[in-house]
């Protein structure tokens, strides 16, 4: 059986663009979640600190994982994102261990 793939996604939004950035997170909740390979993908907001956001993924594989990243609603979601972040977002993969 092949591991699924987990994802933690950092985005940080500049103190005044959250609202903005916000909405352009809510618009790849969907398309992604109908994505051949999606599993879960959820995006939280940080109770104490309302720039950082974070989304939640299992993929069913790289593979999966790999055209999500180069899907046209991403794509576009992250140039919309340059001039609302305070860094590049932090994309991380990971196995499930225990």
Same mark, same amino acid.
Not at 21 to 41: C, H
């Given at each position: 059986? *092949?591991?699924?793939?987990?994802?933690?996604?950092?985005? *940080?939004?500049?103190?005044? +663009?959250?609202?903005?950035? +916000?909405?352009?997170?809510?618009?790849?909740?969907?398309?992604?979640?109908?994505?051949?390979?999606?599993? +879960?993908?959820?995006?939280?907001? @940080?109770? @104490? =600190?309302?720039? =950082?956001?974070?989304?939640?993924?299992?993929?069913?594989?790289?593979?999966?994982? =790999?055209?999500?990243?180069?899907?046209?609603?991403?794509?576009?979601?992250?140039? +919309?994102?340059?001039?609302?972040?305070?860094?590049?977002?932090?994309?991380?993969?990971?196995?499930?261990?225990?």
């Amino acid at each position: 059986m *092949t591991q699924t793939i987990r994802v933690v996604a950092h985005v *940080t939004a500049l103190p005044d +663009k959250v609202e903005e950035i +916000k909405a352009v997170l809510l618009e790849l909740i969907e398309p992604t979640r109908q994505e051949a390979g999606a599993i +879960k993908y959820e995006l939280l907001q @940080n109770q @104490n =600190d309302p720039t =950082d956001f974070t989304f939640v993924e299992e993929w069913a594989s790289n593979d999966a994982l =790999d055209t999500h990243l180069n899907s046209a609603h991403l794509q576009a979601a992250a140039a +919309k994102l340059q001039s609302l972040v305070a860094a590049p977002p932090d994309i991380r993969r990971y196995y499930l261990v225990a």
